[in-house]
């Protein structure tokens, strides 16, 4: 029984070829959930009592239907990384048969995790906003998760004329912006001295921090109404979020671990001030005014990065690009 894996840069190759496809994928799987196709547990999170800042977290998940499949990421978080010149996710995908449980591949996942929150994030932008383009994009957090972001944008044909960029280490932002924009797409690339600037000029702002609690407390900084990206979950105070329309990934899922969502649940006692989830949004059955500052908070569940890996798989597959272990599973022989 052979078992197969797929490197980070196969995966960034297929993914980069075709952002459109890797949207679908996110998409199908939210219209899936939608319809109580896929099974999505909760995140498991493993902390350490001498590095506080650091996790590694368990997201198991299965998609059903005419492609079936189980899997789990597994993916650590540990910022400090950053100061040691290393990333600071690194991940891997395993994939299990629907038949007979299985595992048949293992693939590279901070790539594919970074991908489907791009796909995500990119969908729920044009859902929002009604277009694909933005006066100006505001991107809090100059990582590997923003650098996706702006990559499906630009790559889908945002119409994005200018790029403000800010980040508690100003050498980040400045490297983003020579690395990760390209001065052909844009009018006007520019570092931001400060958050409020950010926040206040974006009208299409994308959050995509390690805050582990919320830093940004005036909801008078959002009155342009802007559509908010809130990827990393933990940025904005539990008044901003009352004061915004809510859009999540799946309501029980992003009301836990201390998300904004989470604490504003905490704080009023209720979950009114969610308007719907991206899957109502895309199938019309719910409208989101744009009256009002717009947020999506997407837990990130794990069915959505099966849902990218199963189709990473089966390119690189058709390719030739799996490297194969055929003696993995000594005992079945």
Request: proline share 5%; net charge neutral.
């Given at each position: 029984m052979r078992f197969g894996v797929?490197?980070?840069?196969?995966?960034?190759?297929?993914?980069?070829?075709?952002?459109?496809?890797?949207?679908?994928?996110?998409?199908?799987?939210?219209?899936?959930?939608?319809r109580g196709e896929v099974v999505c547990p909760n995140s498991y999170f493993l902390r350490f009592p001498d590095r506080p800042d650091a996790r590694i977290i368990a997201l198991p998940a299965h998609l059903g239907g005419d492609d079936p499949v189980s899997g789990i990421k597994w993916i650590a978080s540990y910022p400090a990384n950053i100061k040691r010149?290393?990333?600071?996710?690194?991940?891997?995908?395993?994939?299990?048969?629907?038949?007979?449980?299985?595992?048949?591949?293992?693939?590279?996942?901070?790539?594919?995790?970074?991908a489907r929150t791009a796909a995500s994030a990119a969908s729920a932008a044009a859902a929002l906003s009604g277009r694909r383009a933005a006066r100006t994009l505001g991107v809090v957090g100059t990582g590997l998760i923003a650098r996706y972001v702006v990559s499906f944008l630009t790559r889908l044909g945002w119409e994005l004329p200018e790029v403000l960029l800010f980040d508690a280490n100003p050498t980040e932002a400045e490297r983003f912006r020579s690395a990760?924009?390209?001065?052909?797409?844009?009018?006007?690339?520019?570092?931001?001295?400060?958050l409020e600037t950010v926040v206040r000029r974006s009208d299409l702002l994308v959050f995509t921090t390690s805050a582990g609690a919320p830093h940004v407390h005036d909801p008078g900084w959002f009155s342009h109404a802007p559509v908010v990206l809130h990827l990393s979950l933990r940025d904005l105070s539990p008044s901003v979020v009352r004061a915004s329309f809510n859009v999540v990934d799946s309501v029980e899922h992003v009301m836990s671990a201390g998300t904004s969502l989470h604490l504003a649940e905490q704080e009023s006692g209720h979950r009114e001030f969610v308007t719907g989830t991206l899957a109502e949004v895309l199938l019309g059955k719910c409208a989101v005014p744009r009256t009002k500052t717009v947020v999506?908070?997407?837990?990130?569940?794990?069915?959505?990065?099966?849902?990218v890996a199963r189709w990473v798989y089966a390119r690189a597959e058709a390719a030739g690009d799996v490297v194969w272990i055929d003696d993995f599973f000594d005992m079945t022989r």
């Amino acid at each position: 029984m052979r078992f197969g894996v797929v490197s980070g840069g196969v995966i960034r190759r297929l993914i980069e070829g075709d952002p459109e496809a890797c949207v679908k994928a996110v998409e199908d799987v939210y219209l899936a959930g939608h319809r109580g196709e896929v099974v999505c547990p909760n995140s498991y999170f493993l902390r350490f009592p001498d590095r506080p800042d650091a996790r590694i977290i368990a997201l198991p998940a299965h998609l059903g239907g005419d492609d079936p499949v189980s899997g789990i990421k597994w993916i650590a978080s540990y910022p400090a990384n950053i100061k040691r010149g290393i990333p600071r996710a690194s991940a891997v995908i395993v994939l299990n048969r629907a038949d007979d449980g299985y595992p048949y591949a293992c693939l590279e996942g901070s790539i594919i995790s970074a991908a489907r929150t791009a796909a995500s994030a990119a969908s729920a932008a044009a859902a929002l906003s009604g277009r694909r383009a933005a006066r100006t994009l505001g991107v809090v957090g100059t990582g590997l998760i923003a650098r996706y972001v702006v990559s499906f944008l630009t790559r889908l044909g945002w119409e994005l004329p200018e790029v403000l960029l800010f980040d508690a280490n100003p050498t980040e932002a400045e490297r983003f912006r020579s690395a990760s924009c390209d001065p052909a797409r844009h009018r006007a690339i520019r570092v931001a001295e400060d958050l409020e600037t950010v926040v206040r000029r974006s009208d299409l702002l994308v959050f995509t921090t390690s805050a582990g609690a919320p830093h940004v407390h005036d909801p008078g900084w959002f009155s342009h109404a802007p559509v908010v990206l809130h990827l990393s979950l933990r940025d904005l105070s539990p008044s901003v979020v009352r004061a915004s329309f809510n859009v999540v990934d799946s309501v029980e899922h992003v009301m836990s671990a201390g998300t904004s969502l989470h604490l504003a649940e905490q704080e009023s006692g209720h979950r009114e001030f969610v308007t719907g989830t991206l899957a109502e949004v895309l199938l019309g059955k719910c409208a989101v005014p744009r009256t009002k500052t717009v947020v999506f908070s997407p837990f990130g569940m794990g069915t959505l990065d099966l849902a990218v890996a199963r189709w990473v798989y089966a390119r690189a597959e058709a390719a030739g690009d799996v490297v194969w272990i055929d003696d993995f599973f000594d005992m079945t022989r």
